[in-house]
């Protein structure tokens, strides 16, 4: 077997291992990037990119719908062309693809290593049992998979995951969708928007990982009142005449297909750890320190959705650069950049995260504003007047602690405020910001001034 030496070995050629390789590049060229799929990464090809472009699609479609209450009258037939729809996400996606695959071809050839890494002991790596690497440190960028129970396997073609809907050629007539988290409520109410019959089903009361119980009961209401949406609910499922039979609550049902998308499981499974040190946690996961993306193995470090700390991708880039570099580095290691966490749904409504988030509040000593955004004026003037938005504040030093966002322009005013936190704003200081008139962030200085009175 071929055995050949480097400074820094790198699994996996998603977001964060090509960041980890951008840091790691600066101080060596002893490296290896190891990639056993394709290369393109998931955010671009089966991820954000794809789902971004079937929401957009999905969203004219609707909005074409409902121009009545503007006074427009659409009198001729809207049609959803299954084939045109998906030929834009693949066509579009694949273009986001071919930029990354354009920077994997920029990397000098002899980095780049096609084939599957396991560990074989802590400072050598296994690709396809053909090639050995032995390495003076390693970053674990392998990414996360879709979580896929065992007795959904019975419906073999017809059960899907993410990957499966982004190279579909057409729509299909009917689908369940299993989840409501992120991935769940994105993909089932475009494809229900595009006039897909879909199910959608959650094995709790959660939607999109609000945990503010105001803003969830806004999200219920809304969501339920424009979606088949059946909360702690898990259907039984086979396969009967070629389509997928559902059997819940006194109910039975027959779609097209059936779409796993409850929650992701970090790819840490097939590495070989059990040959390294790596002390893990309860789901076989790497225990890292988020600053230096270090692991109880000190030259073995961790970074993106492998790592099961936030799996989002501006999350899984800093994390690969903060763990490529320290790699490189090794044994000398610096605190990576950990920005304020921003995380946003792109269902419509938006949800958003904020900061701390009410799950992990000390609510004795917070401050809570709030609007609706139901009379809020420029939502109205849009018919976008559709949420609640919560923000949060240390009772005693008045600092803006996080927010929990449902409703218009959502991405928008989460980036305000994610700025806000990571500047250690108070709510003083934030107020004094400006505020253009008439816009949808006037609401969040209605939910600032709601705070600010608490104190006053
Ligand atoms: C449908 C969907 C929508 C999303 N939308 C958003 C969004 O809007 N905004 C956002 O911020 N995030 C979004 N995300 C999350 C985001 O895509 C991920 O957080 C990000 O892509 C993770 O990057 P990564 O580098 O950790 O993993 P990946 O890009 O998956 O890279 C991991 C790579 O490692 C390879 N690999 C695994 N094991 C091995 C091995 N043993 N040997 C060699 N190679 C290996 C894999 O083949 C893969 O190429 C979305 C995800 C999905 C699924």
């Known amino acids: 077997m071929k055995i050949i030496q480097a400074d820094v070995v790198i699994i996996g050629s998603g977001s964060a291992g090509m960041s980890a390789y951008r840091a790691a590049r600066k101080h060596t060229d002893k490296i ?68 990354v695959i354009d920077t994997i071809e920029s990397y000098n050839p002899q980095h780049v290593i096609k084939g599957w890494a396991k560990f074989i002991d802590e400072h050598t790596v296994e690709v396809n049992q053909e090639l050995r690497i032995e390495s003076k440190a390693f970053v674990i960028a392998t990414g996360s998979r879709p979580r896929v129970n065992e007795e959904w396997k019975i419906l073999e073609d017809k059960l899907q995951v993410n990957d499966d809907v982004f190279y579909w050629d057409d729509l299909p007539k009917s689908i369940a969708v299993m989840g409501t988290g992120v991935i769940g409520l994105e993909i089932g109410q475009a494809l229900s928007r595009l006039g897909v019959r879909t199910e959608i089903f959650g094995r709790t009361e959660n939607i999109g990982g609000i945990s503010d119980p105001v803003v969830l009961k806004k999200a219920h209401q809304v969501f339920e009142s424009e979606l088949n949406i059946h909360f702690n609910t898990i259907p039984k499922v086979s396969l009967e005449n070629n389509k997928v039979r559902l059997e819940y609550a006194n109910t039975v049902d027959y779609v097209d297909l059936f779409l796993a998308a409850s929650g992701r499981v970090p790819n840490t499974d097939h590495l070989g750890l059990e040959n390294t040190g790596v002390q893990l946690d309860k789901k076989g996961v790497p225990i890292a320190d988020p600053d230096t993306m270090q692991t109880s193995v000190p030259h073995i470090f961790i970074a993106g959705d492998a790592s099961d700390q936030l799996p989002l991708l501006h999350v899984a880039s800093d994390q690969g650069f903060t763990a490529g570099n320290n790699a490189a580095i090794y044994p000398n290691i610096e605190k990576g950049l950990v920005r304020s966490r921003l995380s946003v749904v792109f269902s419509e409504p938006e949800i958003a995260v904020v900061g701390q988030s009410y799950r992990e509040l000390d609510l004795d000593n917070t401050v809570i504003g709030m609007v609706e955004f139901e009379n809020q004026g420029r939502s109205r003037v849009m018919l976008v007047n559709k949420g609640t938005l919560r923000v949060y504040f240390n009772k005693k030093t008045k600092i803006f602690l996080g927010a929990e966002i449902f409703g218009p322009a959502t991405e928008h005013i989460g980036h305000l405020l994610a700025w806000s936190h990571q500047s250690g704003l108070n709510i003083d200081q934030m107020l004094e910001m400006p505020f253009y008139h008439p816009v949808i962030e006037e609401g969040l200085r209605t939910a600032l001034r709601d705070a600010k009175a608490q104190w006053d």
């Open 32 to 99: 290896a990037i190891i990639e056993g799929d394709q290369f393109g990464t998931t955010c671009a090809r089966v991820g954000c990119m794809p789902s971004k472009l079937l929401i957009s699609a999905a969203n004219a479609n609707h909005h074409a719908q409902n121009t009545d209450a503007f006074g427009i009258h659409v009198n001729g037939q809207i049609e959803v062309n299954g084939q045109e729809v998906m030929h834009r996400v693949k066509s579009e996606r694949d273009r986001f693809v071919g930029f």
